[in-house]
């Protein structure tokens, strides 16, 4: 094995490779120019500094305005098992409202989003070599996986306050608590499914989902095409020559 890169796609697509292994190979590949020889904890500085910047990308992307608002991915819709509550609001003659709280819960995610580097960030750093190595040999969504698992409930608690504060500024927001809870109890009776009134968790969550979603879209295109956002540690990790 010539380089490095072969050895981190082998890792990735879960051919099997003991830490003892990488570092043969490791040795094996060196620098071609007479540098020093990788090291583990080269691999995974690599690692750490792909995943960032996969990560600040993605909260590049999600951040901007529209950056949820206009994604057939990432838009937040009204709560889909709430339809009923969506029609009765629109037959109240609230339809401008409820699209105007469509919008606002769409920039509220694209305003929390802001807050989801240095919980990232925190989270790489974080990271252990052996953190680093099962993120490589694991499977397509690893590293979205790690983060999920890490990040999850702090992003909750930065996302919340800031979608509460946008979702209390629309009108709708106190008209969706007691239309919700009637609409439940009367649920209840026929045997039907009950809506989730809180809608600033239900807000929160999504924003998180769609965050997530492109963390997964970094990964996949790190695991495609290590060299995509070359720096020199990321092309002595993934694409010694």
Not at 222 to 229: E, G, Q, S, V
Request: net charge negative; hydrophobic share 45%; aromatic share 6%.
């Amino acid at each position: 094995m010539k380089n490095v890169l072969a050895l981190a796609i082998a890792a990735m697509f879960g051919i099997s490779c003991t830490s003892t292994q990488f570092q043969q190979v490791l040795q094996e590949a060196g620098n071609p120019a007479g540098g020093p020889t990788l090291t583990n904890a080269d691999v995974i500085a690599g690692l750490k500094e792909a995943l960032t910047k996969g990560a600040e990308h993605s909260v590049d992307i999600a951040s901007v305005t529209d950056g949820f608002w206009k994604s057939d991915r990432l838009r937040i819709p009204f709560p889909p098992d709430a339809v009923k509550v969506k029609n009765t609001l629109t037959d109240l003659g609230m339809g401008t409202q409820v699209e105007k709280f469509e919008l606002t819960m769409n920039r509220a995610a694209e305003n929390a989003a802001k807050e989801a580097v240095p919980v990232f960030v925190n989270a790489i750093k974080g990271m252990t070599v052996a953190d680093g190595f099962a993120i490589l040999k694991g499977g397509d969504h690893a590293a979205t996986d790690f983060l999920k698992e890490k990040t999850t409930a702090e992003l909750t608690a930065k996302f919340r306050p800031i979608v509460e504060k946008a979702t209390q500024q629309v009108a709708l927001t106190s008209y969706w608590t007691p239309l919700s809870n009637a609409y439940n109890t009367a649920t209840l009776l026929t045997g039907g499914q009950a809506v989730n009134p809180d809608l600033d968790a239900y807000v929160t969550q999504k924003a998180i989902d769609g965050l997530f979603v492109l963390v997964a879209d970094e990964e996949q295109q790190i695991r495609k095409d290590p060299l995509a956002r070359t720096t020199d540690l990321l092309k002595r990790v993934f694409g010694a020559q």
